[in-house]
């Protein structure tokens, strides 16, 4: 799917991303962290398609589950005592429930931020703060970038390697390791040389000094104003309603939540809704897009 939501101005993207993580993270109301898990997972798959269920396979899901039985051995609070461990500590029902919302909150958070990595690029990191905080912005935007630079660089170096190895045959363990220290090496070299030629780019270009000027192609649209509209009237109503005391939980000593009456029910819809924001602009636009395309 074409992802709509990514070409809004960085401003209202980075908004966004604030308020759902910020939410995610410190909102344990378990119909919370679902929601926030589900929506995270959506709209991830939506930007990265099979991408994001192989990086839920391989790293959220096993966080999930270590998260989910450290907890418990470590965190013996809660009243319900389900049963003793053999070193004599208790296992709680509420220890065991505490570890199960953590490890979801942290996988809810993880797939955030493997979207916002989608979304925020370096260029935009740039545009929000370089005239703010220079110096900050400019090392966001090269980590953000350097990363994957330095993953591909890395695969090359290997290839390359490969080309000297025994024609495919299997090599010793300390051959193998010998070319990891290479690779390592080469990779240092390489990190440091594009350091220096990106701050003496950055220098020559003026960066950072006084009244420099700068060119961007983002422009703030009446889309751009009508979406920062829902989101900043949605947080607003969120944070009436958490003030209100209208999601009330605890997990200890004892687990119990409340999930019922008109406020609690009017919380859980917009909070679902703010979370499901990038899924449903880019359906939006999908079905304006074919909408377009029939009237022709």
Known sequence: MNDAFNKTHPFVTFLYFALTIGFSMFLMHPVCIVISLFC??????????????VFTAK????????????????????????????????????????????????????LWFSLFNKVMTSD??????????????????????????????????????????????????????KGLIGAFSVMISWSLENAIETADSMKSRGYGLKGRTAYSVFKFKKSDGVLLGIILSSAAVLTALICAGTVNYSYFPQFKFDFS????????????????????????????????????
């Open 59 to 110: 790293y959220v899901l096993p966080l999930i589950v270590v998260i989910m039985i450290i907890n418990p051995v470590f965190n013996h609070r809660g009243m319900t005592i389900i049963t003793y461990l053999p070193w004599q500590n208790p296992l709680t029902l509420e220890s065991v429930i505490y570890g199960g919302a953590s490890a979801v909150m942290f996988g809810s958070v993880l």
């Open 261 to 296: 009456g008109i406020l609690s029910i009017t919380f859980f819809a917009v909070y679902f809704f703010v979370m499901l924001i990038p899924f449903i602009t880019n359906v939006w636009e999908g079905l304006k897009w074919k909408r377009l395309r029939s009237a022709i």
């Open 124 to 177: 935009k990191i740039m545009y929000l703060f370089g005239r703010i905080i220079p110096s900050l912005s400019l090392v966001i935007s090269m980590t953000l970038r350097f990363v994957p630079r330095f993953i591909a660089q890395l695969k090359e170096v290997r290839t390359a390697q490969s080309c000297f190895d025994n024609h495919g045959e299997k090599q010793p363990l300390r051959k193998k390791f």
């Open 40 to 53: 995270a997972f959506l709209n991830a798959f939506c930007v990265n398609g099979g991408k994001t269920a």
